[in-house]
């Protein structure tokens, strides 16, 4: 039988204050990279450093996961900001995140952004530019992970910026391949066996089935679970199960 692998990466640190967001402890031991947020949808900095010395303990790769300054909303508001001012708030939380973990130790290896700004980056070319070009002038060699076949994708790699291309086990999509919207009817997975099941199509079929209509193709290097999704424990360990099932090998997509 032959051996396919897969990253685990689940969106962390978002908890902020006195304000708990997930179970970030808990999951680390079935994620290989974990997308740390940055402060501005989610996170601040002790929540960022406690996040990124688990990571560092169970070697997990570490990503930054920045969005819109929206903490009311928790990043899934769309904002129009100028591009000079999207991409210094991006490098803002992109320095945070680098710079806290170089104290540590560790290394941030790629950026994924949060929320609207993902959704709205994977099908508008100016948007994702200015998180392409943010990352270029950190010049810290980081990788971009974001929606297989979207505008980040083409974006990257017209910058020369490495791209790993990413799926979600506990979002529905339409049948264009984009997640269905948040504000619809079953939008989240919140079964752990729906959502096992969605990663085995992924990983073994590279296709997902949408809300409505045909299988939809899509490749992945990494799935992601979202970390404030209240069931989100149960379904990594239903993944974990899974996986070892169908003999697939959980690896970093950037290692």
Known sequence: MDTHQIDINCDLGESFGHF?????????????????????????????????????????????????????????????????????????????????????????????PHGALYNVAADDEREAKVITDAIAEMNCGLALLG????????????????????????????????????????????????AAKQVISIVLNRAIQPSEGAEVSVKADSICVHGDNSNALSILKKIDKALLENNIVKKAFCS
Do not use: W
Not at 85 to 106: N, R
């Open 20 to 112: 708990k967001v997930g179970q970030d402890q808990a999951v680390f031991p079935f994620i290989t990279s974990c997308n740390i947020a940055c402060g501005f949808h989610g996170g601040d900095p002790l929540h960022m450093e406690n996040t990124i010395l688990a990571a560092l303990e169970h070697d997990v790769r570490i990503g930054a996961h920045p969005s819109y300054p929206d903490p009311a909303g928790f990043g899934r508001r769309k904002m129009k900001l100028s591009a000079t001012e999207l991409k210094a708030i991006l490098k803002y939380q992109l320095s945070a995140l680098v710079g806290m973990t170089e104290s540590l130790g560790g290394k941030v290896a790629y950026v994924k």
């Open 147 to 194: 929606m297989a076949g979207s505008k980040m994708e083409s974006v990257a790699k017209d910058q020369g910026i490495p791209f790993y291309a990413e799926a979600f086990a506990d979002r529905k999509y339409n049948d264009h391949g984009r997640l269905l919207s948040r504000s619809l009817p079953g939008a989240v997975i919140e079964d752990p066996m729906d």
